[in-house]
């Protein structure tokens, strides 16, 4: 096949990085959170905004690249989560039919504790930015972050049900490179963990069982 266009809708800390170097070991062209090409730069998510309301597509400012790894922000007053937004999703597939979708996922507990432990993501951004899914106030705990999660999770089999385009796979999972290679029709010669967030000293034992990415 062609090479794919490829929009990844997991949140931070599902792997996002590591699908990032996977693709561009198999020779795509990739944006991971940042867009650092000429004077095309920019957070992803924010370029993607601008194309949605400014043209109506939300892939123009991305000419040439392939994939799409990391496509929310949170920082700087910046608060893009593209991959929550169902007029934008309908829009990249109404404007590029071909697109395909991965949805990253991992054991919610384990990604809510890796969020909390991430800069001050967990401790103050997703606690004091309005999220879709994560109003503000809200996200201050790992319990309330699962429940965020697990409802993301959901949102995007909903809109993509029964859709060939679409492959959800979990990080967790040692096949989870085989089926992105066969859904992308793309040979992966790299898969492991990057952006790697280990747990600290004395964390709980089910955490450290669950994985560090």
């Known amino acids: 096949m062609s090479r794919p266009r490829v929009i990844n809708l997991g949140f931070p800390k599902s792997g996002t990085t590591t699908l990032a170097r996977a693709l561009r070991e ?4 990739v944006a991971d959170f940042r867009l650092r090409q000429g004077a095309r730069r920019g957070f ?4 993607m905004y601008r194309g949605y309301f400014d043209h109506g597509d939300p892939l123009m400012h991305f000419e040439g690249v392939d994939a799409l790894t990391e496509i929310s922000v949170v920082r700087n007053k910046r608060n ?3 991959q929550c937004d169902f007029g934008l999703l ?12 991965l949805l990253s996922m991992r ?15 967990g401790t103050r951004r997703l606690r004091v930015a309005a999220i879709p899914g994560l109003p503000k106030e ?5 319990a309330q972050l699962v429940r965020w999660i697990e409802g993301h999770f959901a949102f995007c089999h909903k809109i993509f049900d029964g859709s060939d385009r679409f492959l959800a796979y979990r990080i967790e999972d040692r096949t989870a490179p085989e ?12 898969w492991g963990v990057a952006n ?13 069982k669950k994985g560090a990415a």
């Open 26 to 29: 198999a020779g795509l062209s």
């Open 107 to 121: 054991d919610p507990a384990a990604q809510a504790d890796s969020m909390m432990r991430w800069s001050d993501m």
């Open 80 to 82: 893009f989560w593209p």
């Open 90 to 101: 309908q829009a990249i597939r109404k404007k590029h039919p071909e697109a395909r979708f």
């Open 196 to 208: 790697a967030n280990p747990p600290k000293p004395g964390a709980r034992d089910d955490v450290l």
């Open 44 to 47: 992803v998510g924010g370029l």
């Open 138 to 142: 809200f996200g201050s705990s790992e």
């Open 179 to 190: 089926q992105i290679s066969e859904f992308l029709g793309l040979e992966l010669p790299w």
